[in-house]
């Protein structure tokens, strides 16, 4: 991707979660043409100051799983290591805003191919084009209701 569609789609993706921030859910949980998202808040690991993250996700049963593919980036997203820091976090899906506890699973662990098959269905291929791009292994983060 150019330096130009790089910045696009980042201011994009900003815009994305400041409607979905702004309109309490209402918006943003589901685009046309796009897998459903949510807003994934944690505590930044450094800070401590609170941290918001529009993701993609997809469900596995009452279990919720972001992917930490960051595009295929070498470096991983900051939002994985504020989690691994400090796993208890708060998602909002839609108007619903819900405590969890998030656990990174990666290919080596058990699970992984299976959580990635479901991951990677809901995002039309994407996270496999994305590992393709980087030699960071990409782990599932699956978000576990704690309320």
Same mark, same amino acid.
């Given at each position: +991707?150019? !330096?130009?569609?790089? !910045? ?5 993706? %900003?815009?994305? @979660? ?15 043409? +796009? ?24 469900? =596995?049963?009452? &279990? ?8 295929? %980036?070498? !470096? %991983? ?10 796993? @208890?976090?708060?998602? @909002?899906?839609?108007?619903? &805003? ?14 992984? %191919? ?10 039309? =291929? ?6 393709? !791009? ?14």
């Amino acid at each position: +991707m150019d !330096k130009l569609l790089t !910045k696009t789609f980042v201011k994009t993706l %900003a815009l994305h @979660q400041l409607i979905y921030e702004r309109s309490g859910g209402r918006l943003g949980h589901r685009v046309p043409r +796009m897998p459903p998202s949510l807003l994934l808040r944690c505590t930044g690991r450094r800070t401590g100051q609170p941290r918001t993250s529009a993701l993609t996700y997809a469900s =596995d049963g009452d &279990r919720y799983l972001i992917t930490a593919s960051n595009g295929g %980036a070498r !470096k %991983a997203p900051a939002w994985l290591h504020n989690v691994t820091a400090n796993p @208890q976090c708060e998602i @909002q899906v839609g108007r619903d &805003r819900i405590p969890v506890t998030a656990r990174p699973v990666y290919p080596a662990d058990e699970g992984h %191919a299976r959580l990635w098959e479901i991951v990677n269905e809901v995002n039309n =291929d994407r996270y496999r084009a994305y590992q393709r !791009k980087t030699d960071r292994e990409i782990p599932v983060v699956v978000l576990s209701p704690s309320g």
